[in-house]
């Protein structure tokens, strides 16, 4: 833990869920957070929470889509305290269908939010990295694409795209930057929110119910994989209930 003092740590999709509790712990251990989503005012109110129990935390609306507003939320970070160490790209949405039923919409969402915005991300913190010779990308992945169930085809190949990348990434490093894949399993959130498919959205709501694990398990794999000392390496973390299949 002492490694976490000091970090400075962007987050994206950062006002709910597990991007927010991420944010909590890690300042609860010491580090500067600097959080990005949609949201403003849910951003801010966990800025204030932080700050009131003595913790650094600034913010910046961004939305994953753009690769501009991933660049303003690491140069918000450095603007604000002088660097970045880690980046947690976290922002994520699932629409779940077949196939067949061609959701092409939904499709694209998940392209550009899980995909594009985790490989925006990337782009806007490499340089940055490269500048200090240092820094960590975590992507927050899923155990989606770890095991292929039907309805859930395009969103695993959105998680498992995230995961080849950052293996190819891992290959090309120097080891001056790292990467690590953090797939959560069931987890309380309001993911199921977002969910078009009504029947979809009952079934994830349900597992929720009788499965979830709470997004801490998921905040201290994060703490754990960041504070390590800098000649190591935590690749990946599969992280779900006991019980999930």
């Known amino acids: 833990m002492q490694n976490i003092k000091g970090k400075v740590v962007a987050i994206t999709g950062a006002s709910s869920g597990m991007g927010k509790v991420i944010a909590l712990e890690l300042a609860k251990n010491g580090a ?3 959080l990005g989503a949609r949201r403003t005012e849910q951003l801010q109110q966990i800025v204030e929470e932080i700050k009131s129990k003595g913790g650094y935390a600034a913010c910046a609306q961004i939305d994953v889509k753009n690769k501009s507003d991933l660049v303003r939320l690491v140069n918000t970070a450095v603007e604000e305290y002088g660097k970045l160490d880690v980046i947690v790209n976290n922002a994520g949405v699932s629409q779940l269908s077949r196939i067949d039923e061609l959701d092409v919409d939904g499709w694209e969402e998940m392209i550009d939010i899980n995909l594009k915005g985790v490989l925006y991300g990337m782009a806007a913190v490499i340089p940055v990295f490269k500048q200090q010779q240092s820094g960590h990308i975590v992507n927050i992945i899923s155990t989606s694409g770890i095991k292929i169930v039907p309805m859930q085809g395009v969103y695993a190949g959105t998680k ?7 293996e190819g990434f891992r290959q090309e490093s120097d080891g001056t930057i790292r990467i690590t894949g953090i797939s959560p399993g069931v987890v309380k959130t309001n993911f199921a929110e977002n969910i078009k498919n009504k029947e979809m959205k009952t079934i994830i709501k349900d597992n929720m119910e009788n499965l979830a694990i709470s997004p801490d398990a998921i905040a201290n794999a994060v703490i754990y994989a960041i504070s390590q000392p ?16």
Not at 160 to 166: F, K, L
């Open 160 to 166: 498992n795209a995230v995961r080849t990348i950052a």
């Open 32 to 34: 500067k957070v600097v």
């Open 230 to 245: 800098a000649d190591v390496e935590i690749g990946d973390i599969v992280i779900r209930p006991s019980k999930q299949n």
